[in-house]
């Protein structure tokens, strides 16, 4: 049976790569990737030439079709505070709005899967957080119209579950990185390597202290992939994905320095509620994913990404012979 | 200036109390209720007979109009675990939907009001609770429709007083009760006296021993009356309002017994996550608003709510004739 599939925020940097392992399935006959093209890049798709994949630009939470899908993946939000700290309010509609509007486009007996966030855990007193801490978030903070919509749109899918039986597959991502980050996407590896690529000034906010389990992408890929259509999967609640290995934000910039020569750490002062710790605990995700786990170490991680820096930048200085600063240097905030 | 205000929920049980304040405003020129009749009802807004005042049956998140607003006071939300639990994504759209959509009503420079509940704070690990508590509400719980989209709403209203300067008043109301509740709203108060005074089997939750801190509802409009419009306010954070006696469950009960003779307590399981306790510090609201408090006990309160109600099945009676049976019977859950 060919299958149809949505994906929404498909242009953005975890979307796209996901895109680029439906197309490895047998059984899709059509993929619609939904993206408004805000934090997303056309650019990030531009290698795929399949004819079962179109493009439309508009908004997820309001975009209309007469057609039915039998999965849809709602990935359509930023996901780095400098961005959704900006337009708060396009945030929680991007989430909630678009899951609201999305359903209405799932064929019945269809799955709905969700991109959440370890932002849910807020600043977290317990580490490693499982799938059941109840979180810490302030609920009107500067990060709260993330943390917030992620919550909520979890709610309102498990509502639906409990309400209808919807079949509902919600991971919860922690801090990934790799190729395709936008340049001027703020979170620390982009931007630190971005960084040293550019100014060679990386900023550490804070003593850098703060830690992080920081995902490459193919791993944090592999086990969206697996949870979201590959293997049979009968459990129905959340589930944490992400690495577990903590890597303080001070040793990433360290480590980046010592691959760009010339480039250096500056401290500055703290983000506004950045979390001093997250961690994933993958108890459950090792038992729903049997050996499924974060294979990439963040030295061969941060070296592939910087290589694919590299050639964006390269690429940006040559189309921008005028100017050699590239936009990553906007302020920004936190992991 | 005459001021135009914009009352959503204003047929429900806090709602039209609130209409029947702002109603004595003499700088009020128009008043608008937009109320779906999901959970209000318009005989509870059919005692005013003023010309100022104008009732638009319809969903808060869809209301259109050409009109803007001076103020807005959204609270349109089931509030009962009983009626939100049946219809979860309705609930969410009513909060959010809602909010977002009358944001786009106010003119620039209004006020918008929202009122919020004690169920941000979930099950809380802390008594009393204080605003700056973050809360410990499970997001893929029962009752998370409700908690989240409370939350969501904070969150968005914040988040716009942030970045463009909203005037915002944002109350978290406590357990309310008294007349203008719905005999069938399944919350324990008005739950036990339509029992007593129909069935006489008084069915407490649990062991009945959680409690709560009852506000009784002229009480708590007073709070926002004062918070919303009277007095003049620079503080812009949320604002706990509710009583801070607490009263366990089965004391109420007893007491509603002790009323209705012949009536008796009955106990059933734990309703799904109902919270142990739930009591507001009321350590800012005594700053924000001096000398105001709840100032009608338990005693009074039930007993000004059950002469209420007495009418209210009565006149049901005699409307229905044929059978004795009152609409409250339907299985209830938690206060």
Redesign the interface.
């Known amino acids: 049976m060919s299958r149809s599939v949505l994906v929404s925020g498909g242009c953005g940097f975890i979307g796209s790569h996901l895109v680029d392992r439906l197309l490895l399935r047998a059984d899709l006959g059509k993929l619609v990737v939904v993206d408004n093209l805000w934090t997303g890049v056309q650019q990030n798709i531009e290698h795929i030439n399949d004819p079962r994949l179109s493009l439309e630009v508009q908004d997820a939470e309001s975009f209309a079709s007469h057609q039915r899908f039998d999965e849809i993946m709602h990935l359509a939000s930023p996901a780095s505070p400098s961005w959704y700290m900006?337009e708060?309010?396009r945030t929680?509609?991007a989430n909630?709005?678009g899951a609201?509007n999305l359903l209405t486009l799932l064929k019945p007996g269809g799955r709905f899967c969700f991109t959440s966030t370890s932002e849910?855990y807020?600043d977290p007193l317990v580490s490693p957080q499982p799938e059941s801490y109840?979180?810490?978030?302030?609920?009107?903070g500067?990060r709260?119209?993330y943390?917030?919509?992620k919550?909520?749109t979890?709610?309102?899918l498990?509502?639906?579950q409990?309400?209808s039986g919807l079949d509902v597959r919600?991971a919860r991502l922690f801090n990934t990185y790799g190729p395709r980050t936008r340049i001027d996407d703020g979170r620390a590896i982009s931007n630190f390597i971005s960084q040293a690529l550019t100014t060679g000034i990386l900023t550490v906010y804070g003593d850098g202290l703060q830690s992080r389990s920081w995902g490459y992408v193919e791993d944090i890929v592999d086990g969206l992939e697996r949870f979201f259509w590959r293997d049979n999967i009968s459990y129905r609640?959340?589930l944490n994905i992400g690495n577990d290995c903590e890597v303080s934000v001070l040793e990433i910039a360290n480590f980046v320095c010592s691959l760009v020569p010339g480039s250096r750490v500056e401290h500055h002062p703290p983000a506004p509620q950045d979390p001093t710790n997250r961690c994933p605990d993958l108890t459950l995700a090792r038992r729903v994913l049997p050996d499924w786990g974060a294979k990439v170490s963040y030295q061969e991680g941060v070296r592939l990404t910087l290589e694919w820096f590299r050639e964006q930048v390269s690429e940006w200085r040559s189309a921008n012979m005028e100017s050699s600063a590239v936009p990553a240097m906007r302020p920004v905030s936190g992991a």
């Not at 109840?134 to 009107?140: A, L, T, W």
């Open positions: 900006r708060p309010v929680i509609k909630i709005g609201l849910v807020g109840r979180g810490s978030v302030d609920c009107i500067p709260s119209s943390d917030e919509s919550r909520c979890e709610a309102l498990f509502e639906s409990r309400i919600v609640g959340t």
